[in-house]
């Protein structure tokens, strides 16, 4: 059986907790014209799918919750129900476009199919069109989607031809057969968690001491953080903005900080929600706004899978500084900090442990935990570095792609940034009803680059002091 793994599968859990919630990922790239034909699009889909097998799977669920769920080809699978096509009205701007994804957004993904659908979106300024991939969360993250835009795509104007495809859906999927393979599972369990504690005692001396030095960490970081308007309950609804800046600016902050581009980002977001307080009449007092950053834990040789392989780090963003370059340096000394406790190491322990416990108790905690209302988190903050060379729809050329994470559990506002062909597009999430300033905020963020990068400049101000810069990590939604 083709289980999801528990972090697959907390995914549909946190859904199935929050009726307000739609966790489906997606990205939206953008390409000239003129559009394809519905027919070419759906050749060209057709002709990848062998490539995608989670494209023909649905979910299902095993009796009783004795396992984890399981991916199960889709008998009935129906190509066209997954591809759809619409138009923005002219003149088809950034606007058009931003509603148009907060609508598409806002629906939930049909769970007796396979979770993803494509939409071809025409009407763009200068005769582009458009190309929204959607997918749930559970099926795969970040950096698996830029794998996703490899996979589908061309690196060359010719596309290549349509890859054999020999598919038909295999059996054995029934409840019967979901429900042995279960308590196989089970019965194989004591086994699998004696060889973990066998490699756990055998890890090299003080790995015990940093993962509960980083679990520790992690505890704190749930702490609830002073009461502000960003965050709280949320309707379905959602908006989306968008902002763009040349990754060259942000290259050039860090450069002259000596720090990374994700800090460079996550101050540039500091900034932005500290003129959002502001402008809301609210003090950003300091520990206003922790933020959840999905960090990447694949393994060499796991770059090529098409699941979730994340932890994530909980941070304090030093949204109490009104100077820009002084919320630099506080974000990357934060981000070492964090990663000096060993907090993500400390959370990929917890979910390699939680793959060999029950799958019963251990999606009953998950929900139990959801159901109780969080106030420790404000947002989230993903940054995805996308494919590194020019890529193409059937010959016609990606000229961006624009990100787009989901909200959920009191979290009103989300901020993604997606780099591609020298540009870091910034997506905006936020709840529709509670947060209308979704486009300020998106030029908030941009804003910030351009006082860093204006403050790089050789007649601006030296950076203050610093600690030694910490490598970046591969963090992904």
């Given amino acids: 059986m083709d289980y999801l793994s528990p972090l697959d599968a907390s995914f549909l859990d946190a859904e199935d907790e929050d009726p307000h919630a739609c966790l489906a990922i997606a990205s939206i790239a953008v390409l000239d014209g003129p559009a394809p034909s519905q027919a070419d699009f759906t050749d060209l889909i057709r002709g990848r799918l062998p490539l995608v097998p989670r494209y023909r799977q649905r979910v299902r669920r095993v009796p009783f919750n004795l396992g984890r769920p399981v991916w199960v080809d889709d008998p009935d699978f129906d190509l066209d129900f997954h591809l759809r096509r619409t138009a923005l009205a002219s003149p088809g701007g950034d606007a058009a476009l931003e509603g148009l994804v907060g609508r598409v957004m806002s629906q939930r993904l049909d769970r007796d199919r396979p979770l993803w659908e494509n939409w071809l979106i025409e009407g763009l300024p200068e005769g582009r069109w458009a190309l929204l991939s959607k997918v749930h969360h559970c099926l795969l993250d970040g950096v698996s989607g ?8 061309d690196t060359t104007a010719v596309p290549r031809p349509a890859v054999a495809d020999h598919w038909e859906p295999r059996g054995g999927t029934g409840a019967l057969d979901l429900t042995l393979d279960a308590l196989g599972q089970l019965a194989r369990m004591p086994f699998d968690q004696a060889r973990f504690v066998v490699r756990a005692v055998r890890s090299p001396a003080g790995w015990l001491r940093r993962t509960a030095r980083g679990l520790a960490t992690l505890a704190a970081g749930f702490t609830p953080t002073a009461q502000t308007s960003l965050s709280g309950p949320i309707g379905r609804a959602r908006r989306y903005a968008l902002a763009r800046t ?17 800090d460079v980002y996550l101050a540039a977001v500091a900034g932005a929600f500290r003129r959002l307080m502001v402008q809301r009449g609210e003090e950003p007092v300091a520990d206003a706004v922790r933020t959840l950053i999905p960090v990447s834990v694949r393994a060499r040789g796991q770059e090529g899978m098409l699941d979730n392989r994340l932890a994530s780090m909980l941070l ?3 949204v109490e500084l009104d100077d820009p370059v002084r919320r630099v340096h506080a974000v990357h000394q934060r981000v070492a900090q964090l990663r000096a406790s060993g907090e993500v190491e400390a959370e990929a322990a917890l979910v390699a442990f939680a793959d060999l416990e029950p799958f019963t108790p251990v999606s009953m905690i998950i929900r139990t935990a959801l159901r109780v209302p969080q106030s420790a988190i404000t947002t989230v903050t993903t940054n995805v570095p996308g494919p ?5 729809v059937l010959g016609r050329p990606i000229r961006e792609i624009l990100p787009y994470v989901p909200i959920a559990e ?6 993604a940034v997606f780099t591609y062909g020298g540009q870091a597009a910034f997506g905006v999430t936020t ?3 509670s947060v209308p300033e979704a486009d300020e905020f998106a030029g908030f963020v941009t804003e910030e680059v351009a006082l860093l990068r204006e403050a790089c400049r050789p007649h601006g101000r030296r950076a203050p002091h610093h600690h030694a810069t910490v490598p970046a990590g591969a963090p992904a939604s």
């Fill in 316 to 318: 304090l963003l030093p």
């Fill in 146 to 153: 830029t794998q996703l835009y490899k996979l589908i795509c």
């Fill in 388 to 392: 590194d060379q020019q890529l193409y």
């Fill in 431 to 433: 709840d529709f009803a």
């Fill in 246 to 262: 040349p990754l060259a600016d942000i290259a050039t902050v860090a450069n002259f900080c000596s720090v990374t581009i994700n």
């Fill in 410 to 415: 009191r979290l009103r506002i989300g901020v």
